[in-house]
T-cell receptor
Framework: SQTIHQWPATLVQPVGSPLSLECTVE??????LYWYRQAAGRGLQLLFY??????ISSEVPQNLSASRPQDRQFILSSKKLLLSDSGFYLC????????????FGQGTRLTVV | GDSVTQMEGPVTLSEEAFLTINCTYT??????LFWYVQYPGEGLQLLLK?????DKGSNKGFEATYRKETTSFHLEKGSVQVSDSAVYFC????????????FGTGTRLLVSP
């Protein structure tokens, strides 16, 4: 069966520090991968998605970037965090075929102080 | 662009009460519709889905029917339990093959014994 791992679960970082969140998927190949963010009191917003290694699409302009160095690995990064980057970050995957749903990781709670 | 509108929360109910959480959408084309649930401190889990008009998704006693004429996908449950307390998200996928999800803002459900 397929599983998705996301870490760390919680993170407190000072303003201006770098960020790296990692997500890996097991049990499937060539998945679509996604990073969503849930800001306090708001819904989920798609940040990035990827349909293959090295292929990244950004949905909103921001202080973050994403990379996909391997088929089942998706990384969210920032060179310098802002207070507004605080939120709950969720990685997800889907098969990319038909009307299938996305499957989510457990999320990372990021607090920028 | 596509959008999803959910009723504001929190929704507070007593155990065994009837639940309705309203969801309407705006989309071009024929989206797939989803309800996801988020328990405290966790990621999102798919609750149910519907991929075409008049489809009814159901799971764990929850139901929702894809109504194209009213562009709605309301979530219902006949008798809620304390364990149903969570945040519920309505979402649509544009079926472009990228399965990018557009989420509503979420509705918090609180069920008391």
């Amino acid at each position: 069966s397929q599983t998705i791992h996301q870490w760390p679960a919680t993170l407190v970082q000072p303003v201006g520090s770098p960020l790296s969140l990692e997500c890996t998927v097991e049990g499937t190949s060539n998945p679509n991968l996604y990073w969503y963010r849930q800001a306090a009191g708001r819904g989920l917003q798609l940040l990035f998605y990827s349909v293959g290694i090295g292929q990244i699409s950004s949905e909103v302009p921001q202080n973050l970037s994403a990379s996909r160095p391997q088929d089942r690995q998706f990384i969210l990064s920032s060179k310098k965090l802002l207070l507004s980057d605080s939120g709950f970050y969720l990685c997800a995957w889907s098969t990319g075929v038909g009307n299938t749903e996305a499957f989510f990781g457990q999320g990372t709670r990021l607090t920028v102080v | 662009g596509d959008s999803v509108t959910q009723m504001e929360g929190p929704v507070t109910l007593s155990e065994e009460a009837f639940l309705t959480i309203n969801c309407t959408y705006t989309a071009t084309g024929y989206p797939s519709l989803f309800w996801y649930v988020q328990y405290p401190g966790e990621g999102l889990q798919l609750l149910l889905k519907a991929t075409k008009a008049d489809d009814k998704g159901s799971n764990k006693g929850f139901e929702a029917t894809y109504r194209k004429e009213t562009t709605s996908f309301h979530l219902e449950k006949g008798s809620v339990q304390v364990s149903d307390s969570a945040v519920y998200f309505c979402a649509l996928s544009d079926n472009t093959g990228f399965q990018k999800l557009v989420f509503g803002t979420g509705t918090r459900l609180l069920v008391s014994p």
